[in-house]
């Protein structure tokens, strides 16, 4: 996710593909656009490898492209939205090349299937998460006239073997995806439908993946998965062995498995669930200087009944309990969070549970976002969407303000420090100047001077904003 307070997360971000080196000009091109989780933009990776592997090479620019495939996400009513305004652009692409074949991934068209080909006519193509190794036949049906349709989810595919294509040539971090689907039934959410049951991935398919991204010159990985403290190989839901001939492996040792790849390889992992986050993943990111100390541990509320509602089986001591046991175990650990204002029957008192609960922990960062009511979820059957937007829309600001002030603390007290930085590029506002991250994910912005991405430097805070640290490189700590 990116780091903006807003309330919107899904980002629009073109995916930039390179036409790879190795097809003739005249093969097909492939054009990809994400939307939404850091998820679907790993998968777009895999698409992209996918088809590469049938003849098609990709293209940054979608008026060249045959195929254009469009990755979308279901989280919040506007997320959808702005896809179907996006598919209605292409649509009249179409009119003018009627050839071009435009096709649906991801979570919408999971939800929507066939939908969107029948009564919106939209797209000719739509392939669901778990359906994406038969993407080149479906465009092939598409060629011969017809409609394509793949939304079957699966209970295995982790897509184990596909090595992605990296959609940011030369770039410096990496997602690496290590299980699918999710088994949580948090009542505001529609990722469950979309993704499918939850599965682990191969733990050596995994560190693979890190070695050859950490020879390609990649320095930070991204392990991704919607809850990733349930990550288990060959464990079953109850702890138990599956085959006694395999090795088991739980979140924390895939960790350690992946830190041990390289030193200068720096582990991040994306999300942790407060239900299920244990004390052993804590204890390996002290253990390890490559591991970051950065948690994103969404809250969602700070309110117990609400968060029962929510069903996400924790209460707002449990969540307090964990943080302590963050500051308790790393305590250098910055922690971002997701809340959500005016779930289905939130009053003023709960409301403020949220507002106290971010001045007990004081998060470095957090994603706010309004209730959005999606179709076939708990929550849609059991509660009315019953706050008012305008007081939505209020309680998002209230509590929008408050985490700016909290930004703003959190970065002033890193003023004087010098922390390790890894560069990720050119800032975005000035070329004289370099972007990178410290340990806790906070950008930190500082003079050029002769340094280039991939580089670790060592650099004293000396000013910041509410998102951003700005310094100069030091020799050493
Ligand atoms: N698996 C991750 C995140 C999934 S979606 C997790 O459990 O944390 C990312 C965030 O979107 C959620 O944490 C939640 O804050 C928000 N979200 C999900 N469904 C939503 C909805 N219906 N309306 C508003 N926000 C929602
Ligand atoms: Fe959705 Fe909850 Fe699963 Fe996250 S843990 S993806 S919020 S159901
Ligand atoms: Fe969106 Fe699907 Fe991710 S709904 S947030 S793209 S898992």
């Not at 420090?417 to 972007?435: C, D, M, P, T, Y």
């Given at each position: 996710?990116?780091?903006?307070?807003?309330?919107?997360?899904?980002?629009?971000s073109?995916v930039?593909?390179?036409?790879?080196?190795?097809?003739?000009?005249?093969?097909?091109k492939l054009?990809?656009?994400?939307?939404g989780?850091?998820m679907n933009?790993?998968?777009?990776?895999?698409?992209?490898?996918i088809?590469?592997?049938?003849?098609?090479?990709?293209?940054?620019?979608?008026?060249?492209?045959?195929?254009?495939?469009?990755?979308?996400?279901?989280i919040?009513e506007?997320a959808e939205?702005?896809?179907?305004?996006?598919?209605?652009?292409?649509?009249?692409?179409?009119?003018k090349?009627?050839?071009?074949?435009?096709?649906?991934?991801?979570?919408?068209?999971?939800?929507?299937?066939?939908s969107?080909?029948?009564?919106?006519?939209?797209?000719?193509?739509?392939?669901?998460?778990?359906?994406?190794?038969?993407l080149?036949?479906?465009?092939?049906?598409?060629?011969?006239?017809?409609?394509?349709?793949?939304?079957?989810?699966?209970?295995?595919?982790?897509?184990?073997?596909?090595?992605?294509?990296?959609?940011?040539?030369?770039?410096?971090s990496?997602?690496?995806?290590i299980?699918?689907?999710?088994?949580?039934?948090?009542s505001?959410?529609?990722?469950?439908?979309?993704?499918?049951?939850?599965?682990?991935?191969?733990?050596?398919?995994?560190?693979?993946?890190?070695?050859?991204l950490?020879?390609?010159?990649?320095?930070?990985v991204?392990?991704?998965?919607?809850?990733?403290?349930?990550?288990?190989?060959?464990?079953?839901?109850?702890?138990?062995?599956k085959?006694?001939?395999?090795p088991?492996v739980?979140?924390?040792?895939?960790?350690e498995?992946?830190?041990?790849?390289?030193?200068?390889?720096?582990?991040?992992?994306?999300?942790?669930?407060?239900k299920?986050?244990?004390?052993d993943?804590?204890?390996?990111?002290?253990?390890y200087?490559?591991?970051?100390?950065?948690?994103?541990?969404?809250?969602?509320?700070?309110s117990?009944?609400?968060?029962?509602?929510?069903?996400?089986?924790?209460?707002?001591?449990?969540?307090?309990?964990?943080i302590?046991a963050?500051?308790?175990?790393?305590?250098?650990?910055?922690?971002?969070?997701d809340?959500?204002?005016?779930?289905?029957?939130?009053?003023?008192?709960?409301?403020?549970?949220?507002?106290?609960?971010?001045?007990?922990?004081a998060?470095?960062?957090a994603?706010?976002?309004k209730?959005?009511?999606?179709?076939?979820t708990?929550?849609e059957?059991?509660?009315?969407?019953?706050?008012?937007?305008?007081?939505?829309?209020?309680?998002?600001?209230?509590?929008?303000?408050?985490?700016?002030?909290?930004?703003?603390?959190?970065?002033?007290n890193?003023?004087?420090?010098?922390?390790?930085?890894?560069?990720e590029?050119?800032s975005?506002?000035?070329?004289?100047?370099?972007?990178?991250r410290?340990?806790?994910?906070?950008v930190?912005?500082?003079?050029?001077?002769?340094?280039?991405?991939?580089?670790?430097?060592?650099?004293?805070?000396?000013?910041?904003?509410?998102?951003t640290?700005?310094?100069?490189?030091?020799e050493s700590?």
């Amino acid at each position: 996710m990116e780091n903006k307070v807003i309330d919107e997360s899904v980002q629009g971000s073109a995916v930039m593909l390179k036409t790879e080196t190795s097809f003739v000009s005249d093969s097909k091109k492939l054009y990809v656009e994400s939307y939404g989780c850091q998820m679907n933009f790993s998968d777009s990776e895999v698409v992209a490898s996918i088809m590469n592997a049938n003849g098609y090479a990709t293209t940054r620019n979608v008026d060249e492209a045959d195929v254009v495939l469009i990755n979308t996400c279901s989280i919040r009513e506007n997320a959808e939205l702005r896809v179907r305004n996006r598919l209605t652009e292409f649509k009249s692409k179409k009119a003018k090349k009627p050839d071009l074949v435009i096709g649906i991934l991801g979570c919408m068209a999971e939800r929507l299937k066939k939908s969107l080909l029948e009564e919106e006519q939209l797209v000719d193509l739509v392939a669901g998460p778990d359906a994406y190794r038969d993407l080149p036949n479906l465009v092939e049906e598409v060629g011969t006239g017809q409609k394509a349709v793949n939304v079957l989810l699966s209970r295995d595919e982790t897509y184990a073997d596909i090595s992605p294509v990296r959609l940011d040539q030369g770039g410096i971090s990496a997602f690496v995806t290590i299980m699918r689907g999710c088994d949580n039934m948090c009542s505001f959410c529609v990722v469950p439908f979309t993704r499918g049951r939850e599965r682990s991935r191969d733990p050596e398919t995994i560190v693979e993946e890190c070695k050859v991204l950490f020879e390609q010159g990649y320095r930070e990985v991204t392990l991704l998965g919607q809850n990733v403290d349930s990550y288990r190989w060959n464990l079953s839901s109850k702890g138990e062995i599956k085959d006694p001939n395999r090795p088991t492996v739980n979140f924390a040792q895939l960790m350690e498995k992946v830190a041990l790849v390289s030193p200068a390889l720096r582990i991040r992992f994306s999300t942790s669930h407060p239900k299920d986050m244990t004390d052993d993943v804590l204890e390996m990111m002290a253990k390890y200087e490559n591991i970051c100390s950065y948690i994103h541990l969404p809250v969602q509320s700070g309110s117990t009944s609400v968060l029962e509602r929510m069903n996400r089986s924790y209460t707002r001591e449990w969540y307090l309990d964990r943080i302590n046991a963050i500051r308790r175990i790393v305590p250098d650990c910055a922690i971002s969070t997701d809340i959500i204002t005016g779930f289905c029957g939130e009053t003023e008192e709960e409301h403020t549970d949220t507002l106290t609960i971010m001045d007990e922990v004081a998060f470095d960062f957090a994603y706010m976002f309004k209730y959005s009511e999606r179709p076939k979820t708990l929550a849609e059957r059991r509660f009315d969407d019953d706050v008012p937007e305008e007081i939505k829309t209020r309680r998002l600001n209230e509590i929008i303000a408050k985490q700016l002030q909290h930004s703003l603390t959190s970065n002033k007290n890193q003023i004087g420090q010098v922390q390790k930085i890894l560069i990720e590029g050119n800032s975005k506002r000035s070329e004289a100047h370099l972007s990178g991250r410290n340990s806790q994910n906070a950008v930190v912005v500082f003079p050029k001077e002769h340094y280039q991405k991939g580089d670790y430097v060592f650099v004293k805070i000396e000013d910041c904003t509410s998102a951003t640290l700005m310094g100069k490189v030091v020799e050493s700590i």
